[in-house]
């Protein structure tokens, strides 16, 4: 396709200039606390347990750099929800809604308020979000979310054709329910630069292409094996070793050093474009006049949005595994399809070309939500699966972590959520099947008006499934 030939195999957040560099790992060193992953779990981790104890002796490891997972590669939508949603909250955990709600938006006003103490540029604005509608029946299920938000103190408003096309123009809406308060957008690899220079400014000691090749008990403390970046194993040419008092993993859709962690992440390969910068008369033709994030309503959807120099990053719609989970940053069919979908939505932008053209692994858990908890007697903390929503979610994540390693009991360790782990995906042969399975009925599901089928109805009978 015209529009994609021009397009490089990078990420656009992190092709830029101001990206930090750390050395690796090379010899013995010790721990108070090892945080493992550069991702936003693990940078928000090392900040907040130097603020709480500025004596502890914080490490943070990353097999490749910061940012280079998850946290570098995602659309830059931040939520206040911890659930996946109002939706999923209210299936799985009813009677602790409100708190959760609490929550989510106490951790989303606390993002706010670090990054504007600390200057960081990060291009943060909490305009909220749109749902659209793209299929008749998604109109019925917008107009029932609207009721919900509003039952839990939400500003929610549903928008009909007109209104939606008056808001964002695109011959493809029917309507659309407008968020506001409920989170934004941002440049997550600013945000994640400038939290690893906070850390560094507190005393956190950072190691770039530093992988995690062992883990193993050494009395009161635990003995952590490092290897360059790929190496998988421990090599005698540049390796190390750290003797942590305590480790909290933050290693998300990649391979966990706890290999059983892996039966609870499913790592779903999602795909994104963004356009070169638009002209005027481009971005005018749009509307747009908030500037807020977009997602399509179905099972398989886009989620877009605008950035600080007037692009428009369109990625989602294919999430997809590969058996034993591995997977690739380029798929041209992805891809294709991708710059199909986004000029069928924006005939108007006919004629615009792609910069940049990616993919990245999300943790996707079997309810959607991260889940937590300890290993080797205490010692050992982990935090993962935030199945597309870990950028505001991340933080409040690193703080149960914190929590379980320091055994206290509060609030947040108290939640059901915690307190019991999803329901785990089954083993390969049988997993990428299943998967496979569940994927093409939720394709059909988006076909036949909404309705879920015989295989979709049993997995909501338990409250599992996977998404992106």
Known sequence: MKALKDAVPRVFWTDRPGAPAYHPL?????????????????????????????????????????????????????????????????????????????????????????????????????????????????????????????????????????EMRADVDSPTYLGGLRLRGTGGILDPAKLAWGLVRVAEKLGVRVYENTAVCGMERSGAAVRVITGPAGSGTASADGSGVIEASQVLLATNAYPPPLRRLSNFVLPVWDYVLITEPLSESQRASLRWAEGQGLTDAGNQFHYYRLTADGRVLWGGYDAIYNFRGTGSEQRDASHELLARHFFDTFPQLDGVRFSHRWGGAIDSTSRFTPFFGTAMGGRVAYALGYTGLGVGASRFGALIGLDLLARRSTTRTGLKMVRRPPVPFPPEPLRWPVVEVTRRALARADENGGRRGPWLRFLDRFGVGFDS
């Open 26 to 162: 090379d010899g013995r060193t010790t721990a108070d606390l090892l945080i493992v992953g550069g991702g936003f779990t693990g940078l928000w981790a090392a900040v907040l347990a130097k603020q709480e104890n500025p004596a502890c002796d914080v490490v943070l490891v990353d097999a490749h750099s910061i940012a280079y997972g998850g946290s570098g590669r995602n659309g830059g939508f931040v939520s206040d929800s911890l659930t996946h949603g109002l939706g999923q909250g209210l299936k799985l955990w009813p009677g602790e809604m409100g708190t959760l709600l609490a929550l989510g938006r106490e951790n989303l006003a606390a993002i706010a308020a670090f990054v504007e103490a600390h200057g960081i540029d990060a291009d943060l604005r909490l305009v909220g979000k749109t749902t659209v509608a793209v299929a008749a029946h998604h109109v019925a299920e917008l107009k029932e979310a609207e009721r919900l938000h509003r039952e839990h103190g939400e500003d929610a408003v549903y928008l009909g054709r007109d």
